[in-house]
């Protein structure tokens, strides 16, 4: 690790500009190190060391059991349904917002940020409040014999909630970016509203929509405030991956426990891999852009 | 195709983009829309198009009512200043956008519409550059694809927006020039908007001076130039002189009916000549700087009647003979004046 810092120090002294000295950049840099050390590479070794305490077997064990693997099953269900949906809505959002002038789009533009705003627990007593036995849905529901709260609707309402700004914030400043120029160019040479959006818009965003899709995803995998409100916590039945983690916790079986989390901090370390595989290439793709706008002020 | 746009108004807010503005773009010409910016040109352009929809007022197309008709069934072409390729298609793909998009009972065969893709590219010199992406190509080459792109569907009209503004001086000279050879080989009409007086008296066969939403004058660029309509047009074509009674103009200068001696008249600084002696009728002023510009000198004066600034320009050899300094008196006599009867 001092040898990769020697060689950031290198590089950043070889760009010496008119910034503070070397050593205030050696202890910013130092600083940073420390603290990811400590909040998160400590943590992360934790969790697959507690894990594996009794050897692989056990962990096997722990992640083939039953409850276990119905807890997968709630989750990736969830994400099938929930994902989908915040697909949908960033898409809408993002186009009618990036692409047309409208009364009260500030508005909007604000009430997407409101589960980044909200507390998920509060998120989820808001569904609670709503279609919960004593809630103000609740006898309707109970006449129909309609299960939303502590079963599975109320879990995936709960996760799209806490999860649809991801989608919808990555794409309406690329979008705003972009313009409306491409989209009019589509529409005079006689291509139809989704010729235009299947042919045009969405190509040129599929990158930023991918990189929404990779956040949302590990979010809503993730999800525990929100969830562990309208859950009720039924082992085999509402319980997802986070929920199980609590229960076996709970029943102080460490072993399980950290099992069923390294799937969660596995899913974490591919997320953030694919994540930078898709900043890579969107950065690649923008450079082209910026190059070509450099040249053209240059001209 | 012939387009005509009657009483055609549109506000944005509170501000009149067009203001009741009716003409008739005559088939197969190539006409400017000529006019600063906010003199709503641009504006026009796209209601034409289709792109924006006027507050009143109908657009025909060859006498037909097209003014509600959408813009994708309009069959224009349409050019944008910043090309507005499709950045992640190739320039072929870009080309072939038009016909691909077509219903599949008109759509021409794969084989058809690669034939047609590489003839345009040709039209616009640029077939050997059907696989490159739009970021590989200079401003000049995205343009060109750009018309190719416009040209494919075989538009009844060919609306340009500004074409080369965002090219440098060199490229768009010899672009506007390649685009008049070129309307000249297909006829289609076409309407092109621009700031730029120079660019609009070389490539149109017609100008439209729009001004705050309104016609200014409609005319041959030579007629806009020689005999601009309107005290805007003369300041707007080029650099005005505002010359005033007290400057001593000569009475046998012809004057419009109604011209009175107290309104200014006009006078382009090229028409000036200049003298070290008083001529009858000539104005006294002193020179208060002397620049040379290329091949041309540029004199400022003081006219010593009423203090006026005046401009004038003349060649660099009669500057030499003339051997001016700041702080000389001399006489100048303008060659051509136009006045406007009761307005400043």
């Known amino acids: ?299 | 195709m012939s387009i005509s746009v009657e009483n055609i108004t549109k506000r944005f807010g509170r501000f009149v983009a067009l203001d009741d503005v009716s003409h008739n773009f005559p088939s197969g010409e190539l006409t400017a829309l000529l006019g600063p910016s906010g003199s709503g040109k641009t504006s026009l352009l796209r209601i034409i198009a289709g792109l924006d929809f006027a507050d009143a007022g109908r657009v025909l197309f060859e006498g037909e009512d097209a003014t509600e008709r959408q813009a994708r069934h309009r069959k224009v072409g349409f050019v944008f200043q910043h090309y507005a390729l499709f950045r992640h298609m190739t320039v072929h793909e870009n080309v072939a956008f038009g016909l691909r998009v077509k219903p599949r009972s008109l759509r021409p065969s794969r084989r058809e519409i690669s034939d047609r893709v590489h003839r345009l590219l040709e039209l616009v010199q640029l077939d050997w550059l059907g696989d490159r992406f739009p970021h590989q190509l200079s401003g000049g080459q995205r343009q060109r694809v750009a018309l190719a792109r416009a040209l494919a569907v075989e538009p009844k009209v060919l609306l340009l927006d500004e074409p080369f503004g965002a090219l440098d001086a060199n490229v768009r000279k010899e672009l506007r020039r390649w685009l008049r050879r070129l309307h000249e080989e297909i006829h289609v009409t076409s309407v092109f908007v621009t700031h730029d007086v120079e660019e609009a008296l070389e490539v149109a066969d017609e100008i439209v001076v729009l001004n705050e939403g309104r016609i200014e004058q409609v005319g041959a660029p030579e007629t806009v130039y020689d005999h601009p309509a309107t005290p805007f047009v003369f300041r707007f074509l080029g650099s005005a002189n505002e010359i005033h009674s007290s400057d001593h103009v000569p009475e046998s200068f012809p004057r419009r009916p109604g011209g009175e001696r107290t309104t200014p008249s006009f006078a382009r600084p090229h028409d000036f000549d200049v003298f070290t002696e008083r001529k009858p009728g000539s104005i006294e002023a002193t020179v208060t700087d002397v620049r040379s510009i290329g091949p041309t000198t540029r004199l400022e004066l003081k006219a010593s009647g009423n203090g006026d600034a005046l401009e004038v320009e003349i060649d660099k050899h009669t500057a030499r003979y003339l051997a001016l300094r700041a702080g000389n008196t001399v006489f100048v006599q303008p060659r051509r004046l136009q006045s406007y009867a009761g307005v400043g």
């Not at chain 1, 507390?119 to 014999?145: D, K």
């Not at chain 1, 502590?150 to 909630?161: E, H, N, Q, Y």
Request: glycine letters at 8%.
């Open chain 1, 1 to 299: 690790m001092a040898g990769a810092i020697s060689r950031l120090n290198r590089r950043v002294s070889a760009r010496k500009s008119a910034l503070d000295p070397v050593w205030i950049q050696r202890s910013a840099i130092a600083i940073v190190l420390t603290f990811l050390v400590l909040i998160l590479f400590m943590p992360l070794a934790a969790v697959f060391r507690e894990a594996l305490r009794k050897g692989a077997g056990a962990y096997l064990d722990a992640l083939s059991d039953r409850d276990t693997l119905l807890a997968i099953r709630l989750s990736l269900l969830t994400i099938a349904i929930a994902l989908p949906c915040n697909v949908i809505f960033g898409l809408a959002a993002s186009w009618a917002i990036a692409k047309f002038d409208f009364r009260g789009k500030r508005v909007l533009i604000t009430l997407i940020d409101l589960p980044f705003a909200v507390s998920p627990v509060v998120s989820g007593l808001i569904y609670v409040l709503l279609f919960g036995a004593q809630g103000r849905l609740g006898p309707w529901l109970l006449a129909h014999n309609i299960h939303i709260i502590f079963a599975v609707p109320g879990i995936v309402l709960a996760t799209i909630f806490v999860t649809f700004p991801f989608v919808a914030r990555e794409l309406i400043p690329l979008m705003e970016s972009q313009g409306t120029d491409e989209e009019e160019s589509a529409v005079v040479l006689g291509a139809g509203g989704w010729q235009t959006f299947r042919r045009v818009t969405l190509p040129n965003i599929k990158w930023g929509l991918l990189y929404g899709v990779i956040l949302c995803n590990a979010r809503a995998m993730g999800e525990f405030g929100a969830v562990s409100v309208v859950s009720g916590h039924i082992r085999g039945k509402t319980t997802t991956v986070p929920l199980h983690v609590e229960v076996l916790y709970n029943e102080y079986n460490f072993v399980a426990a950290f099992a069923v989390a390294s799937i969660l901090a596995l899913l974490a370390l591919v997320t953030l891999l694919l994540k930078s595989l898709v900043e890579w290439r969107a950065r690649k793709i923008e450079q082209f852009v910026t190059e070509d706008q450099n040249e053209e002020s240059a001209g």
